[in-house]
């Protein structure tokens, strides 16, 4: 089992940028392959970025490509995800989950743990 815990959220400017941490507890934290949700209100929970268990392969949104980057460091059991050139469209809670398969997987029911969430705020 794995506890992840977010942090990094926050009011920020379009065009400005953010970094939210992923920390997870145990000793596994490699077994699992790491994405990263958001929920804006009134809407599903939508994929972001996931990142493999070695970290070697990531996937993006094609609303997010080239803006964002998920990194992993498995040493210190924590994810994260580089948000530049952020949009106002961009805001929402944003999830940190993991998924003890070995794809990366875009759907929320293909992972087992989530965090709290972060709310990311952009304003225009």
């Known amino acids: 089992q794995v506890q992840l815990v977010e942090s990094g959220g926050g009011l920020v400017q379009a065009g400005g940028s953010l970094r939210l941490s992923c920390a997870a507890s145990?000793?596994?934290?490699?077994?699992?392959?790491m994405g990263w949700f958001r929920q804006a209100p009134g809407k599903e929970r939508e994929f972001v970025a996931g990142?493999?268990?070695?970290?070697?392969?990531?996937s993006y949104s094609a609303s997010v490509k080239g803006r964002f980057t998920i990194s992993r460091d498995n040493a210190k059991n924590m994810a994260y995800l580089q948000m530049n050139s952020l949009k106002p469209e961009d805001t929402a809670v944003y999830y940190c989950a993991a998924d003890y398969g070995y794809l990366i997987g875009t759907g929320p029911d293909e992972y087992d743990y989530w965090g709290q969430g972060t709310q990311v705020t952009v304003s225009s």
């Open positions: 145990g000793r596994t934290f490699n077994s699992y392959t």
């Open positions: 990142i493999s268990r070695s970290g070697d392969w990531t």
